[in-house]
């Protein structure tokens, strides 16, 4: 298999993380560069066991750069990307849009064009693989699913701007030729997940007997995926998808957040020798999210059909496996939530 030098943009973030790790792991004729930044969400912890693997580098830049971006692309000679660097939660965008249309958009257009440059027009040896989320097809109602045919109708700044960075990577598709890939994903979840998201923060607040903040009637679905098999589906896209095709990938796991939270709870309520209904009580209704999308469901057959994949574990066994991480995580817990976290928790939930 030939050799490659792969950018992999926010690999010290929590999907990033996992897929350097395999293909580290997997791949040693690859050579991978983690470009991250390092914001709040990104965390060099995430990617010890691999920091002194041969085929492992990381260095510490800003998509936002791009004179940085075209000094690495040269030293390094940087032959594909996988780019998940961005802003990624949604109720931080609500607070503060800007920023996510400045990395999310203008940091993916800054790549795209340091990638071009460097592989001067040349499509052979290379891709340029972007990862995007469902959330750009916006909401669903009762039914339905999501396809690769299914309209842009993003509702929160987070989902119009990955729409936006999805339309960009096209645009340099069809435009200059590039050769470029996409995926769409559903709600990931699993190890080094930051508190910020709905279960990881639920699992550190039922450890630390906090409440749990449920978003307007709890009745909000997602289509939940163990991060280890998005990692398998981007391996699979990635070495053996179509240059210039979108593929979604979900977990075939429609959720309803209650009911997502109640089965949390009871799982914890064992692990941690607690009584049954114990952690339940501690769910407590609050206002909802503006812009709440109802539902999300990816229709994920494509990738299935085309490419052999599917998921490897079901949602409880994901679960406990997640909830066991945490558990024997606590100092990676205690350490991110420490410092500018319990602001964060402040301001969002009071
Ligand atoms: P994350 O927030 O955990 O990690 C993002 C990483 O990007 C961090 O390491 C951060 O330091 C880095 N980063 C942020 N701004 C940067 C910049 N300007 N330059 C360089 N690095 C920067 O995100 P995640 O949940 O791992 O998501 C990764 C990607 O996958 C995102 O593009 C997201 O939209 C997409 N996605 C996420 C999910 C999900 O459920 N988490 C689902 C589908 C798609
Ligand atoms: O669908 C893919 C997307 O999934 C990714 O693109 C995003 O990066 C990722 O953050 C995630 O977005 P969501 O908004 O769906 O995830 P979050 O974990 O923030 O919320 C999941 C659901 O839980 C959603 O309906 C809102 C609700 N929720 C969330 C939080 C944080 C609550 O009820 N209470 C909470 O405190």
Request: aromatic share 14%; with cysteine; glycine share 8%.
């Amino acid at each position: 298999m030939s050799s490659k030098n792969i950018l992999i943009t926010g690999a010290a973030g929590f999907i990033g993380s996992h897929v350097a790790r395999l293909f580290v792991n997997k791949y040693p004729e690859y050579n991978i560069f983690n470009f991250d930044l390092l914001t709040y969400a990104g965390n060099l912890e995430n990617v010890k066991d691999i920091e002194a693997a041969g085929n492992y580098r990381f260095i510490k830049g800003d998509i936002c750069d791009l004179e940085t971006l075209r000094y690495v692309f040269k030293e390094y000679d940087i032959t594909h990307v996988i780019h998940f660097a961005a802003e990624s939660h949604v109720d931080r965008s609500i607070e503060n849009p800007f920023v996510f249309i400045e990395t999310n958009v203008m940091g993916t257009a800054n790549l795209l064009q340091a990638a071009r440059e460097h592989w001067d027009n040349e499509k052979d040896g290379h891709l340029f693989y972007h990862v995007s989320t469902d959330e750009v097809y916006g909401a669903l109602g009762e039914t339905g699913f999501f396809t690769e045919e299914t309209k842009y109708d993003p509702h929160s700044p987070y989902s119009a701007s990955k729409a936006s960075s999805d339309h960009m990577v096209r645009a340099f598709g069809d435009t200059y030729g590039m050769p470029v890939m996409i995926s769409n994903c559903s709600n990931n979840y699993g190890p080094f997940h930051f508190p910020e998201k709905l279960i990881p923060l639920f699992i550190n607040n039922i450890i630390q007997k906090k409440s749990l903040p449920v978003y307007g009637d709890g009745l909000y679905t997602r289509d939940w995926l163990y991060v280890i098999d998005h990692g398998t589906a981007i391996d699979a896209a990635f070495h053996n998808g179509k240059i210039g095709e979108t593929y979604n990938i979900g977990g075939f796991n429609e959720w309803k957040n209650i009911d997502l939270v109640k089965l949390l709870c009871s799982i914890m309520d064992r692990k941690l020798d607690r009584t049954q209904g114990e952690s339940e009580q501690l769910i407590t209704y609050i206002k909802d999210r503006p812009g709440h999308d109802r539902r999300y469901a990816i229709d994920a057959s494509k990738i299935n059909k085309e490419l052999g994949w599917y998921p490897s574990v079901t949602f409880e066994e994901g679960l406990e496996k997640t909830i066991d991480w945490y558990l024997a995580n606590s100092e990676w817990l205690e350490r991110v939530t420490s410092g500018d976290y319990r602001k964060y928790y402040e301001e969002m939930y009071g």
